[in-house]
């Protein structure tokens, strides 16, 4: 369909009577429902899976699209040796490094009780459930280290005068640190001991963190915080622990509850050490399932803090990928996989999202976009301001993943026309105003959507905020008191819609020649123009032109 036959079509429409619907994912405006679970279930002996590890011996090998195509086919996988290939720097993310470098550095703190991994009590230690809500506060990143550090000394003395003689004995004796060679005996005396977890601190200002920064441009493109492989670089703005570096410094007991990323991005996922995180996973079919175990415990999935007991997992069916992240592990976290973390030892983690440019990370993120309007959850990610720069810079030969786009723009568009009818209509103006470039991607005030190209702005305790238009038709049917802003011209728009085309695989692997890549494979080629560079992404080689 062409942009002129989409505005056609609309046109059949009375704009008074027509609801105008501003899903992505439907034409009926439902939203995705959480899946039912897997049929037919799996048995009692396949609920506890291998979890898919690779060992990376050379930097060949971890550039090799061998290493990004083992990734993007699982759920979760571990990548080992990694770190040490590619000789990346990791103490540059040390407690000791960080304190040095920015001490005043705000720090969120999530007050937490020590137990085991495969438990969680309520407060009062009476029920194992699922709910987990913590505690928050903040501090900075030298006091977190020094709380870290004498946590750290504690342990060590009690273990002393515990055990004067045979300390380690008994300990982990693969394990590299005296941090992570401590927890056992740490696990047997300290539940229920209040532990603080430093959770989200922000490594984004590149000023700040420069040197950690570019140590992690050492990666391969397919994990780099920032490529044009990644969808999230095509997002124009910064979002804080996305597109952006968070680091989390954790003792002994330290949680990250159960959840599936920002609508459903991958994620990567360095434990800089000394000590051990465990980790459980969950692919993303069974979300569905985990989502009605919460209800049934009354805890919101999206909204609410929880911990998922093994035992009612397994009651469901429900495969559990369970493993340890030694110091330099990589952790990759594919697309929608619900997961939850516990650190063994004393350490600390760095992650980020990134979005591969597959119809299973379009697809999910897209559902997700419309399951977190369904229950005013805010998606962070703007994946209509997203689809449209994909549209403007991209050149995509996956068919699937195209297909999904374009649907998207086209019901983006179809969105857009209809309420400028609607609002023509009842006789109100639409004024022009363009947008700056890396000007972030507007929200609703008062409901939290995302708002694409017609805004509706009013002006609140002397500052604009913009509202969706369904808000703002709530509070008045006639938009009185609103200013209603466009920030495209639909010329523009159209012309973006009817130039997105899938790009062949003849015309891509010429690409692919010209820009004297020889890492051709048979996965898709994704042809990325930004600017005046052109960039081609096959398997996990990329070249600039
Ligand atoms: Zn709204």
Known sequence: MTAQQIIDECKKFSPKTTRIISSITSDDGYPPFPPDPP??????EKLNPPTPSIYVESKKEAFSPELQQFCLSNHIAVIRGLSSVLKLDLG????KTLVESNSDHYIEVRRQFMQPSDENWDPEHRDMVWYCESQRSHTTIARYGHYQALSFSESLKEDKEKNSTTIFRDSDSDSNSTFSKNTKKHKKYSMFKPVKFGTNVDLSDPKKWKIQLQELAKLPPFARVSSAANMLTHVGHTILGMNSVQLYMKVPGCRTPGHQENNNFCSVNINIGPGDCEWFGVAPEYWGVIHHICERNNINYLHGSWWPLLDDLYAENVPVYR??????????????????VQAIGWCNNIAWNVGPFTSLQYDLAIKRYEWNKHENYKSIVPMINLSWNIARNVKISDKSVFTMMKLTLMRSLKYTIMLTNFIDDIGNEIILRQRDI???????????????????VKEVDRKHVVHCFYCAQKMNNEFNDFVILKEYKLEELTKVYD?????TTASASTNLNNSNNNNQ???????????NSTTTVGGGGITSS
């Open 92 to 95: 540059l993310f040390s407690t």
């Open 499 to 503: 130039n997105f085309q899938l790009i």
């Open 521 to 531: 494979t048979s996965t898709p080629t994704t042809s990325i123009s930004n600017n």
């Open 438 to 456: 890396q000007e972030p991607a507007h929200y609703c005030v008062v409901c939290d959507i995302e708002v694409f190209n017609i805004l509706f």
């Open 39 to 44: 049929y037919p279930p799996l048995s009692r």
């Open 323 to 340: 493993f340890v992240q030694k110091p330099g592990d990589i952790v990759w976290v594919g697309a929608g996989t619900v997961h939850w």
